[in-house]
């Protein structure tokens, strides 16, 4: 597989340009013509800790991360803590390479700074390197660095180096360089890469290398993009304009976009003392006839439950995302698990009246963000957006015409003061806001300074004219009212292509998942029918309401269905037996829950364990099988 | 038609206009100090101008809460404590509204004690009515963040150990640009500081003195009170910072030794107003934002024009 793919792995600490660096090299291989998709990886730590970014670029497409990686760039971690004897975190300064070799594949290549690393204080490395078949290239790149420009330049040097043993030019890499970089750190970063490049060329027979860089070429312009990139346009091409929020990992990336682009669309951003108030705030701007979110993590977006149930009940427009991490409390802050499922469908008191919808893509991202403010404003209905700090933070290359579309700004069921006027009041001048029998269950509605619009939201119950009222007769016809949205937005999702499919449509088996592990899903699926096992998969994006005709159609198909999450307890498995309860002896889950998402040989082998050969747990991975109920 | 006609209104408005036909009548307690803010309320409002239905009247949880049903406005009946956050973001959305938020004690100084610290400290445009009855009202007689210490109740049955919570200092440090207290029992200054308090620009906090007959027995009816501002015992200066501090603290502990002290107590006009400072640094457009969703001919941009090309 070295021929086909390169999955380019650059460690170091937080702090020491990991992300930028990484940024802009993966850049330039979507520049050379290749697709790529990256895996961020890293601690809860300001400074120092292991930290590493994988690049895995490919001319076919890529969707997930790959299977362990075969080009190391390890450079020091300048900010880890001295070694000494007894240390929780051990020998900090040698992470950078020693906690990366496990993954490393076969005739993998690696490249350290010897300026800073010294492999000698990892036991058996020169036997794990010839056991292993690698390529170990020890170049002093901080001294390369140090005498041309600054130590900091270091990662320059490593990409130079790389670039000379993987046979790739640098003309893309300089041309981002010129793009990104002030003049003053301009041309000593240019001497060092080219220097570190011709080096690597004169000193090393890299002819021996077997890592290379694939060649592609794309059809039409790429764009590099995060998940929360997609989610932030999507809201701005769907006419938000108001965000309020309080920092969190990873939601603060959205918050951030947002935040900095805004300002220059004549839209506002308020960072707030907590989450209530952030949530708050977005009911308030909405209530006052603005297109508004806000979001956060699970432990914000615990807070945010009351302003929830608030906008449920006022039927206020309102788009939340959440972007989850491993829980419960604060959990592991950095890393990926789709665990607050549940917590986003049922938090918040009394029956729940809110859509939730979990995108499994980049691509899937901007279109339901979109979607979100699209269902939020027509039914008068919160919806959430649910995703994770994998999708949230990985890059992956995304046609530009694919953001090329109108954009909207409508505001749904809102009337005009003329219209208003022809809308029942009461006797004393006060509008129906909520009126009992409407199509839909949506009643259109006013906003404050209209004249002939004024009534009273309330997250108390509340007759049409939003007065309080305890009466049993308006009760049912409230709630009856407020749940027929649903399903009226049921009907409109049918007509939204969401879920995503793959493997042939007659397979005997199917895997079942949601949000981003779609894309590890369907890489996974691919191989097992290249390995004449006969499988297809369903990536499920809406959580709520649960497309329980699409879902049911697809476990009656086939034989057997493994449900793939990032949670402990089968929580999406629950969701579909909430949903398709006499389906759960078809119905057994494999979990990862480690902090690190499914690689596809977990999901191959996992099945192959599990359903192919018979109940069990695959070997050799932090996955858990859990048999169908009643096996 | 405009969008928001209601809006800037001219026209004489008469105080019935505030009186909704359904449930005209409140269902207080007989003799509770609530009465005398929503009576206030509907006098303040004419005279400054505002019509029902350019006003947003934001309340939280409690009795006070129930004003919302009995002032007939735009209205949001929020959850408790939350009534501040609703209020500012409306203001911020559509700064030509009148807002107006109000709770009681436990509302704004216990549960929402955040919201109300942040609010005053950003100085929003928008006036804060406290109903301070010393008690939790709506669920019978619990002692609240104002209950003077040792009062006794079903949930502190020994008497309350904690010093109670100081409102007007609090507002003040927390950066609040106009603070007074008033009580129910005196109409005409409880009037005139509304007046006033919706006319500042910035956060203007009233601290509203509202007897509870029903749960507070052993509270003072509030009288008699004293106006610092007319009393020649008092000689402060309001625009001062530090004599406005001073005055509070003397206020705020001789109201446990019987004596009611109300009264402007520190008026702010130079300091902007959020809106103000935001639109400064160019993060709040000079219109109305709720405006623009109703322009036909304002071009909303696109993601695709205006941030896609840093990807490529």
């Known amino acids: ?631 | 038609m405009s969008t928001f006609s209601a809006i800037g209104e001219e026209r004489e408005i008469d105080r019935d206009e505030y009186t909704p036909g359904v449930e005209p009548q409140p269902t207080w307690c007989p003799g509770c100090g609530d009465f005398s803010v929503l009576k206030a309320l509907k006098q303040a409002l004419p005279e400054v101008g505002r019509t029902p239905e350019e006003t947003l009247l934001c309340t939280g949880i409690g009795c006070s809460g129930k004003l919302n049903s009995y002032l007939d406005t735009y209205g949001f009946h929020t959850i408790h404590g939350r009534s501040l956050p609703v209020a500012r973001a409306a203001k911020l959305a559509n700064p030509d509204l009148e807002v107006i938020a109000a709770g009681g004690d436990g509302d704004g100084y216990g549960i929402g004690g955040n919201h109300f610290i942040h609010t005053a400290r950003e100085n929003h445009d928008m006036t804060y009515i406290v109903f301070n009855n010393e008690i939790f009202g709506l669920t019978k007689g619990q002692t609240s963040p104002t209950s003077p210490k040792g009062h006794k109740s079903k949930t502190q049955p020994h008497g309350s150990a904690k010093e109670p919570l100081k409102p007007l200092s609090m507002s003040l440090n927390a950066g609040a640009s106009y603070v007074a207290r008033t009580a129910a029992v005196n109409p005409n200054q409880a009037k005139e500081i509304l007046i006033e308090a919706i006319e500042h620009d910035g956060f203007a906090h009233v601290d509203f003195l509202t007897q509870c007959p029903t749960w507070n027995k052993d509270a003072r009816q509030y009288v008699p009170y004293i106006d610092v501002n007319d009393s020649d015992d008092y000689d402060f200066d309001r625009t001062d910072r530090v004599e406005a501090a001073e005055m509070m603290r003397t206020t705020e502990e001789a109201l446990y030794d019987g004596e009611v002290l109300t009264g402007r107590f520190y008026v702010d006009e130079d300091r902007p107003s959020y809106g103000q400072e935001k639109r400064q640094i160019g993060e709040m457009p000079e219109e109305p934002l709720a405006e623009r969703y109703w322009d036909d001919d304002y071009e909303w941009e696109r993601s695709y024009d205006r941030f896609i090309d840093k990807h490529e």
Request: with cysteine; net charge negative; aromatic share 6%.
């Open chain 1, 1 to 631: 597989m070295t021929d086909q793919e390169l999955i380019w792995r650059i460690s170091g600490g937080s702090g020491d340009g990991i992300a930028s660096t990484s940024q802009n090299f993966a850049k330039a291989l979507m520049r050379s013509g290749l697709n790529v998709f990256t895996h961020r990886h890293y601690p809860s730590r300001i400074r120092g800790g292991h930290t590493y970014t994988e690049i895995r670029a490919a001319s076919g497409p890529v969707e997930s991360r790959g299977d362990g990686y075969n080009f190391l760039l390890a450079l020091g971690d300048s900010f880890a803590r001295n070694p000494q004897e007894g240390a929780v975190y051990g020998n900090e300064e040698i992470k950078p390479l020693s906690e990366n070799l496990d993954e490393l594949r076969e005739g993998g290549v690696i490249v350290y700074d010897e300026g800073l690393l010294d492999p000698s204080e990892i036991p058996n490395f020169d036997e794990r390197v010839e056991e292993n078949d690698w390529h170990v290239f020890p170049l002093d790149l901080r001294g390369l660095a140090r005498d041309m420009g600054r130590e900091v330049m270091r990662n320059t040097a490593g990409v130079g180096a790389t670039c000379a043993l993987i046979g790739m030019e640098l003309d893309h890499v300089e041309d981002l360089m010129r793009d990104a970089m002030p003049e003053k750190i301009l041309d000593p970063n240019l001497e060092i890469l080219e220097t570190a490049y011709d080096q690597v060329r004169e000193e090393y027979d890299v002819d021996d290398v077997d890592v290379s860089v694939p060649t592609g070429e794309h059809e039409e312009t790429q764009l590099l993009m995060s998940g929360s990139d997609a989610i932030a346009y999507g809201a701005i091409d769907e006419g938000c304009r108001f965000i309020a929020g309080y920092p969190m990992t990873p939601w603060t990336e959205v918050f951030t976009i947002m935040t900095q682009n805004l300002p220059e669309l004549g839209g506002i951003s308020e960072q707030v003392e907590d989450e209530i108030a952030a949530a708050a705030l977005a009911v308030g701007a909405s209530h006052a006839g603005v297109k508004a979110m806000s979001g956060s993590s699970g432990g914000g977006f615990a807070l945010m439950s009351e302003p929830l149930g608030l906008a449920e009940m006022t039927e206020t427009p309102l788009v939340l995302v959440e972007a989850m991490r491993a829980g419960p409390s604060t959990g592991m802050p950095t890393k990926p698990e789709q665990s607050d499922l549940e917590h986003v469908l049922y938090t918040s008191q009394g029956d729940s009246q809110r859509v939730v919808l979990a995108p499994g893509t980049v691509e899937e991202a901007y279109e339901q963000s979109r979607l979100a403010f699209r269902l939020a404003y027509e039914y008068q209905i919160p919806t959430i957006l649910l995703y994770d700090q994998k999708l949230g933070g990985e890059l992956k290359n995304v046609p530009k015409s694919h953001f090329d579309r109108e954009p909207n700004p409508t505001l749904g069921k809102t009337l005009t003061e003329e219209e208003l006027a022809e809308q029942p009041h009461s006797a004393d001048g006060k509008f129906h806001r909520f009126q009992h029998d409407v199509e839909d269950g949506v009643t259109p509605r006013s906003i404050p300074g209209q004249k002939g619009g004024r009534y009273l939201a309330t997250g108390n119950e509340h007759d049409p004219t939003g007065h309080i009222s305890e009466s049993p007769d308006n009760r049912v016809a409230q709630i009856d009212r407020r749940t027929q949205k649903l399903e009226a937005i049921r009907a409109d999702l049918d007509t939204v292509d969401t879920s995503s499919y793959a493997g042939p449509a007659d397979a005997e088996y199917g895997v079942l998942t949601f949000g981003s592990q779609q894309g590890t899903v369907e890489e996974a699926v691919g191989r097992l029918n290249d390995a004449g096992v006969s499988v297809k998969s369903l990536g499920v994006s809406d959580m709520l309401p649960f497309p329980t005709e699409e879902v049911e159609a697809f476990i009656e198909s086939v034989e057997e269905v493994l449900v793939v999450e990032m949670t402990a307890s089968g929580q999406f498995r629950g969701l579909v037996q909430k949903n398709l309860g006499r389906y759960g002896e078809k119905l057994s889950s494999l979990l990862k829950y480690n902090g690190n998402p499914f690689e596809p040989a977990e999901v191959v082998d996992g099945f192959e364990a599990a359903i192919v050969e018979g109940d069990g747990d695959a070997s050799g991975h932090q996955t858990t099988f859990v048999p169908a109920a009643g096996d």
